[in-house]
């Protein structure tokens, strides 16, 4: 346990501090209130003389609330380069508030974070250290440390907004994802009032239900657990992924080309018929065209334009995998309706492949067959895009798409205000106005489109609700934020039109 060793020192801590900036204070005789580096009031501790942390912050008045820490502060150490850490002492986990691994020295670094929690134990405090050795024999400084609570639960949802299931219930369905988080409480509550169709974000990908050894057992349950919800809360349920070159069990890819053609077989039987009746749309293959595709490649047939670098499917099958795969949930289930997922299909040459690969996969289908069904039912456009998105390119790629007369979805939409796919840590950045007025009108511009576009688009699925919990937080890329209130985006999606010239 990597805390443990700190668990003898907390009752060292001397918490009456006569002197104290916005409430931090340190171990009796390590700190002075000092002017330095053109501040004042800062923080100035003596490493050598804390146990192990250099200022505190205490919690104790907030036993058995539900808070939300909100932190900042400027922090800079000398020596060498080394850790700081913001985290809550509960006694017992140590959970993290924020962090910077290697923090040069010499520099102030500005740290800030957010964690929300209820306070159990008499010895609660924020604090600041560097674990590896304590407090470190080094002088540090902490300048401007600010903690704001918020108490009670921060989670503000309005739920009198007019849902968007309502606003778009003439157009097609509105989606979003989940994940264990929004099974219940508050963002649960937000979730059902504003979607009637959800896509598991992880959970029913390769990796969370296969086995992670061949032959040993599926994992079903929290992906079970999930669809039930839905479905008994009258929510419509889209199934991600069953090929992709991502998150899948490396065994599953691993053989001669007939073995890797059972395995994937196998694996799309047993899935889709685990799942019958209850999810009536899948995913078959995402992300297999690649990238950065210029008209001769096109020119040259869609199956040179597959992925073919880290793509173990590819490796194993060839282009094929494909339909083989598309063949595959066909066979397993007749009554679902089989997508093609991607992204960038705001490339219109990327579309164009997509295009091409379709029409012809499902032309030879229909002539096989002699029937007028095709392989692949649906094509869904990811469009994780950004503020600087091109909407003359969306609509070009969409009436490509329009063209093979499948169904259309959007399936994984966000508006990121930086341009590049920035996990971060979903409590690391904050949207200036200027982003979220650009933000909104791209949402306002994207939903004009769809709504022009509406008798040939099925569904409409954001990549997350809020932005704490997106996969791309530090872009701040959804409707709502951290705290479940509506941004500027999403009265841009409720009225597009308020939002554009
Ligand atoms: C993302 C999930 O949202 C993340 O939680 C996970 O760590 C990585 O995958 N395209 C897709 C989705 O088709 O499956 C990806 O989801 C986002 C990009």
Redesign the pocket.
């Known amino acids: 346990m990597l805390f443990s060793c700190f668990l003898q020192s907390c009752s060292e801590l001397d918490k009456t501090k006569k002197d104290n900036i916005n409430g931090f204070y340190a171990d009796d005789g390590a700190y002075e209130i000092i002017n330095y580096d053109g501040r004042s009031d800062v923080i100035k501790v003596d490493g050598a003389k804390t146990s192990w942390a250099v200022v505190m912050y205490s919690l104790a008045k907030y036993k058995g609330k539900m808070i939300t820490i909100e932190l900042t502060a400027e922090v800079k150490r000398e020596g060498s380069a080394g850790n700081l850490l913001w985290q809550i002492n509960d006694g017992q986990n140590y959970p993290l508030i924020t962090s910077l691994n290697n923090a040069v020295a010499g520099v102030w670094h500005q740290m800030k974070g957010r964690i929300v929690i209820t306070p159990s134990g008499n010895d609660f405090f924020v604090y600041l250290t560097n674990w590896e050795n304590n407090a470190e024999n080094t002088t540090y400084y902490v300048y401007n440390p600010t903690v704001n609570i918020i108490e009670g639960n921060p989670l503000i949802p309005d739920l009198s907004l007019l849902p968007l299931k309502s606003v778009y219930e003439n157009h097609f369905l509105m989606g979003n ?1 989940i994940d264990t988080t929004y099974l219940s409480g508050k963002y649960f509550d937000l979730l059902k009032h504003h979607f009637n169709i959800v896509t598991p ?2 959970n029913l ?1 390769p990796d969370f239900l296969a086995p992670s050894t061949k032959g040993d057992a599926y994992q079903w349950t929290t992906a079970e657990e999930m669809v039930n919800k839905m479905i008994s809360n009258n929510i419509a349920v889209h199934g ?2 069953l090929v ?1 070159h991502e ?1 899948t069990p490396s065994w599953m890819t691993v053989g001669t080309r007939t073995e890797v053609e059972t395995t994937m077989k196998n694996y799309i039987a047993e899935v889709l018929t685990h799942f019958q009746g209850r999810v009536n749309s899948w995913d078959v293959v ?2 297999a065209i690649k990238d950065g595709l210029s008209s001769s490649d096109i020119a040259s047939g869609w199956k040179n334009c597959v992925r073919t670098s880290a793509n173990p499917w590819y490796d194993a099958l060839g282009a094929d995998y494909i339909e083989l795969a598309f063949r595959a949930a066909r066979e397993a289930d007749p009554n679902i309706n089989l997508y093609y ?1 991607d ?1 960038g299909l705001e490339n219109t040459n990327k579309a164009e492949a997509v295009r091409i690969m379709i029409k012809d996969i499902n032309d030879r289908y229909k002539n096989e067959t002699s029937g007028t069904r095709n392989l692949i039912d649906g094509v869904g456009s ?1 469009a ?1 895009v950004n503020i600087s998105l091109n909407i003359n390119n969306v609509r070009e790629s969409l009436n490509k798409l329009f063209s093979l007369g499948i169904e259309v979805s959007i399936t ?1 939409l966000d508006v990121s205000t930086i341009n590049n796919y920035d996990p971060g840590s979903g409590r690391d950045s904050v949207i200036s106005e200027a982003n979220e007025n650009a933000q909104a009108k791209v949402y306002a511009e994207l939903f004009k489109l769809y709504i022009e576009n509406a008798s040939q688009i099925t569904r409409v699925t954001f ?1 997350g609700m809020d932005d704490g919990n997106s ?1 791309l937080s530090v872009g701040n890329p959804c409707l709502f934020d951290w705290r479940l209130t509506a941004k500027r985006a999403f009265f841009a999606v409720s009225n597009p039109d308020n939002f554009l010239p």
């Open positions: 994802i974000g992880n990908k991600h992924v992709w998150q995402n992300e997922n992204y990811q994780h994984e990549w996969w």
